[in-house]
């Protein structure tokens, strides 16, 4: 009797770095990165109301580069508490989508107070960036030196 492989789809023929490992075939464990990542940006758009979808609209079609994408991922890391988040911890399990959708739907002040908060953290950004003396282009995208 032969036993099988682990990952039963894997084809013997395609190469190991080309393979789906079985965490990823199995698909149960969700994507997290260390801080707030700009693909969860769409994600919170229908949390809250107008002002905050015309926000999430017009960020997610931003590069991640540019300095509203920049200001928006500083206040989700602030609001979603990101640098107190562990690989190992039930945040993490979650995912940072979730995690993300769980701070918007947890806020308890109005959108104009979200837009406040992204209009503060595109403030500090700017001094920031002027302290390092990196540059905003025309198209608002941010290049360091």
């Given at each position: 009797m032969t036993r099988r492989s682990r990952c039963a789809n894997i084809n013997p023929h395609t190469p190991r770095r080309m393979q789906r490992t079985d965490y990823e075939a199995l698909d149960m464990?969700?994507?997290?990165?260390?801080?707030?990542?700009?693909?969860?940006?769409?994600?919170?758009?229908?949390?809250?109301?107008?002002?905050?979808?015309?926000?999430?609209?017009?960020?997610?079609?931003?590069?991640?580069t540019h300095i509203d994408s920049l200001a928006f991922a500083l206040m989700?890391?602030?609001?979603?508490?990101?640098?107190?988040?562990?690989?190992?911890?039930?945040k993490a399990s979650l995912g940072c989508c979730a995690?993300?959708?769980?701070?918007?739907?947890?806020?308890?002040?109005?959108?104009?107070?979200?837009?406040r908060r992204f209009e503060r953290a595109r403030e500090e950004l700017r001094e920031y960036l002027k302290s390092i003396d990196a540059q905003i282009k025309e198209d608002g995208t941010v290049v360091t030196k």
């Amino acid at each position: 009797m032969t036993r099988r492989s682990r990952c039963a789809n894997i084809n013997p023929h395609t190469p190991r770095r080309m393979q789906r490992t079985d965490y990823e075939a199995l698909d149960m464990y969700p994507r997290s990165e260390i801080l707030f990542p700009h693909r969860c940006v769409g994600t919170l758009k229908r949390l809250r109301g107008p002002q905050w979808q015309e926000l999430v609209t017009r960020t997610a079609s931003l590069p991640e580069t540019h300095i509203d994408s920049l200001a928006f991922a500083l206040m989700m890391i602030r609001m979603s508490k990101c640098m107190n988040c562990d690989l190992g911890s039930y945040k993490a399990s979650l995912g940072c989508c979730a995690c993300a959708r769980r701070a918007i739907n947890a806020h308890k002040g109005s959108d104009g107070v979200l837009i406040r908060r992204f209009e503060r953290a595109r403030e500090e950004l700017r001094e920031y960036l002027k302290s390092i003396d990196a540059q905003i282009k025309e198209d608002g995208t941010v290049v360091t030196k």
